[in-house]
């Protein structure tokens, strides 16, 4: 790859995407890609959807920042929609998910601090989590490869084996302020966490006073078939993170509270330069315009049902390179029995852009605005890629292909 002088942050691939169009990409060596990747489930509308186009362009015409000293009619109509949909009845906008997780770690530590127990600081995670990139969310989210390097993780985290249900229990006491989780784990491969698992979770909360905080960065946003995951599972947070879907490919996200909660923050105690500005709403807004269209959620249901199936035909058809699939909706993972990188790389060869994920998964998130016709050709491209690593172990062991 040619250098760059751009922070050696990412192991890039060596190819860009120059247009795009729906779930399709251009990419800089001449050939279409099927984008099951979405930007790590970003471009939930897929690319240059004309109502997400028009509006940005039209705002962009209009005023692009004004600063949060000022009312933002755009923000307010954003946050009115979301509280609308949900549980939430407050509503602060960030510029993406990590800074959606700052403001609920902070929001729940607040919250304690205004019932008069300010020693209640400490927030109970879960081992495979991912909840950001800065000092606070890597340290929430545990994960040594993240840790490592930068000094002493920040203090206050509490971590449990996934889907441990007694550690739950055991891990919450009267420094707790929070529990905090992702109903299905993207990062950690896509994995779920059990109804019991969130039940005793919301169960613990309401008996102590700590706050039930759910990351719905990844898993939100209709990704699943219904508008936030935790409908699936019948247990309602009282914070909630999102952000990536909720942009379509404009950084945006948010944190929604509960009024009890999100008004222990006042004026002073939290902020954002750009979070929440006029270009960043206008588009969140064109986003719930198309995705709370009646039947769409149903759309995406339906597709991920279609989805699922063909996967699990292709982990039958290929037992030697697929383990399971699992997932729910259009957020879908293949556990791998290879490395997922020589999955990734011989999809990529096939015209398909996928994710890795931990725990030996490949992640498979394409644009909710997929079509069956394009879920058919993304598996047997998938298929293809399977049995070229087959073919190529084959040959390897000294076999016939």
Same mark, same amino acid.
């Given at each position: ?191 779920p966490l059990s109804n019991e698992f969130l039940r005793t979770a919301r169960a613990l909360c309401d ?20 508008l936030f995951a935790y409908e699936w599972f019948g247990v309602v947070p009282d914070i909630m993170m999102?952000?990536? =879907?909720? /942009?379509?490919?404009?950084? &945006?996200?948010?944190?929604? $509270?509960? +009024? !009890? @909660?999100?008004? *222990?923050m006042v004026p002073g105690t939290h902020g954002s330069t750009y979070g929440g500005n006029p270009l ?46 699992? =997932?729910? /909706?259009?957020?879908?993972? &293949?556990?791998?029995?290879? $490395?997922? +990188? !020589? @999955?990734?790389? *011989? ?55």
């Amino acid at each position: 790859m040619a250098a760059s002088a751009v922070y050696r942050t990412y192991a890039r691939t060596d190819l860009a995407f120059q247009t795009g169009e729906g779930v399709w990409l251009d990419g800089s060596d001449g050939r279409r890609y099927l984008d099951f990747g979405s930007g790590i489930a970003v471009s939930s509308l897929g690319h240059a959807h004309p109502h997400l186009v028009e509006t940005l362009t039209d705002m962009a015409g209009k005023v692009w920042h004004t600063s949060n000293v000022f009312r933002i009619p755009e923000q307010e109509r954003f946050a009115e929609r979301l509280c609308a949909a949900t549980f939430a009845e407050r509503v602060f906008v960030t510029n993406s998910g990590t800074e959606a997780a700052e403001a609920a770690i902070k929001t729940a530590r607040r919250y304690q601090y205004d019932r008069g127990a300010p020693e209640r600081v400490r927030i109970v995670t879960v081992e495979g989590a991912f909840h950001g990139r800065t000092m606070a969310a890597i340290a929430a989210g545990g994960n040594p490869k993240y840790l490592e390097g930068f000094g002493p993780p920040l203090e206050g985290f509490d971590q449990v084996p996934f889907d441990d249900v007694a550690a739950l229990k055991a891990a919450v006491g009267p420094e707790t302020a929070a529990i905090m989780v992702e109903p299905i784990q993207g990062e950690g491969g896509i994995r779920p966490l059990s109804n019991e698992f969130l039940r005793t979770a919301r169960a613990l909360c309401d008996e102590t006073g700590a706050v039930l905080i759910f990351d719905e960065v990844q898993c939100g946003v209709g990704r699943t078939g219904k508008l936030f995951a935790y409908e699936w599972f019948g247990v309602v947070p009282d914070i909630m993170m999102i952000a990536k =879907g909720i /942009g379509g490919g404009f950084p &945006l996200g948010a944190c929604l $509270a509960t +009024a !009890e @909660v999100g008004d *222990a923050m006042v004026p002073g105690t939290h902020g954002s330069t750009y979070g929440g500005n006029p270009l960043a709403c206008a588009v969140g807004n064109a986003v719930l315009d198309v995705i709370l269209e009646p039947g769409f959620l149903d759309q995406v249901a339906a597709r991920g049902l279609v989805l699922k199936q063909r996967l699990a035909g292709l982990v039958d058809s290929h037992p030697s390179i697929f383990e399971t699939v699992r =997932g729910e /909706g259009l957020l879908q993972g &293949l556990k791998c029995r290879v $490395a997922p +990188a !020589e @999955v990734i790389a *011989a999809a990529r060869e096939q015209g398909l852009v996928a994710i890795a994920a931990a725990d030996n998964v490949v992640r498979l998130m394409p644009p909710l605005v997929i079509s069956d016709q394009e879920i058919e050709e993304a598996v047997s491209r998938l298929d293809k890629a399977a049995r070229s690593i087959a073919a190529a172990k084959t040959a390897q062991s000294g076999g016939a292909a």
